[in-house]
């Protein structure tokens, strides 16, 4: 009788243990998978942040060109006179103060093929007459009719008719004697005025989309 009471309790204390075993396994089962979600949220949750942070950024950066841009025609709209062909030439050579941070990096030593003004060019280095119109004499002076005018007043700063060609590439930056203006991001290497779509080759390429360098008459 006493070995059957102890088998019996030997078999209730296994199953005891056994039922101990099964719940802490279902238990470390519960935690894992709660876990497991915990992580899932954390994940859309930094997720979601981060999509959020970067249009914030992006809208920011939208804004402060917007501002930079508005500031730019502004400063371009009060300089555009026409009283005498100095003041139409000074108007053609004007730089926007400061230039236009397109890429909104805070860096305009880099070229670019973003929408500011139509056209790739430096950011530390966009004309007047590329975001602002101006009409002198019912012709408007842009990056184009400017060569004109600059040649005008190369003629008559009493700059030889010789030199006045070389004088105006220069200008644009056509010229290796030229200042280097800024650098193209995508090769790291100084930026040349035929990059592919630049403000020079939209203006003076031929039909088969070769450069032709602008020039002075004489």
């Not at 942070?53 to 402060?64: G, T, V």
């Not at 010789?162 to 030229?178: G, M, R, S, V, Y």
Request: hydrophobic share 35%.
């Amino acid at each position: 009788m006493k070995e059957n009471k102890n088998k019996i309790s030997a078999f209730f204390d296994s199953f005891k243990m056994k039922r101990g075993v099964e719940m802490a396994i279902q238990i470390f089962i519960v935690l894992f998978v709660l876990l497991a979600v915990a992580m899932l949220v954390l994940q859309l949750v930094t997720t979601q942040f981060s999509k959020q942070q970067a249009s914030i950024s992006k809208l920011q950066q939208q804004q402060q060109l917007a501002q930079q841009t508005a500031n730019a025609q502004a400063e371009c709209n009060n300089a555009c006179v026409c009283d005498t062909l100095s003041d139409e030439a000074s108007y053609c050579t004007k730089l926007v103060s400061g230039g236009l941070d397109a890429l909104g990096d805070g860096n305009l030593n880099q070229y670019t093929d973003k929408a500011i003004i139509g056209v790739g060019a430096c950011e530390n280095n966009i004309y007047c007459s590329q975001v602002s119109s101006c009409t002198c004499g019912g012709l408007q002076l842009t990056m184009k009719n400017c060569i004109s005018i600059i040649c005008q007043q190369l003629s008559a700063d009493g700059v030889p008719a010789n030199l006045q060609t070389q004088k105006l590439q220069e200008f644009i930056h056509l010229l290796p004697t030229a200042p280097a203006t800024c650098v193209d991001p995508t090769t790291g290497q100084q930026a040349t005025t035929n990059e592919s779509g630049s403000w020079y080759m939209s203006l003076y390429t031929d039909a088969n989309g070769n450069p032709i360098p602008p020039s002075c008459p004489g």
